[in-house]
């Protein structure tokens, strides 16, 4: 399995302001809120990409399929950090499988030394665009001093 293997069967497309490349595979029934009742993306990021700072008003959770780990840098609403790894070694502490809370700032990249990563992350009620929220590095390095490097590292404008 390739990268391009992976573009080409999926259709994967640049996800926008975000980055690496993505495809929606999964949106439930329209709520009375105009919201799906949940909702499922594959998404491919190689080494020279990264995911930007977001957050989303619902939980999100994330799935690793293939590839290389995924270093996640998550700032929680009470001002807490954390480094989760998203990949397949579960005794060295890895995640299969991590749910992002609602409202928690994320942001990940392909693993030193790695070169891609190919995951998913489904959301129930579903994603739609107006739930999401980008980084902005200065305000998040100003309320989250400690972590200013990896923000610094995990934010676009």
Known sequence: MTPDVLIAHYGLEPLPREGGLFRRTWAGPERADGRPEGSAIVVLLTAD???AL???????VWHFYLGDPLDLLLLAPDGTSTHPVLGPDVLAGQHPQLTVPAGTWMGA???AGGAWAFFGCTM??????EGYEHGN???LAAR???EAAGIAELCRP
């Open 137 to 139: 590095a200065a305000d």
């Open 49 to 51: 990409d990264y995911s």
């Open 144 to 146: 989250y001093p400690s």
């Open 54 to 60: 977001h957050r989303l008003p619902t939980d999100e």
């Open 109 to 111: 990249r392909v693993a």
């Open 124 to 129: 129930a009620p579903g994603f739609t665009p």
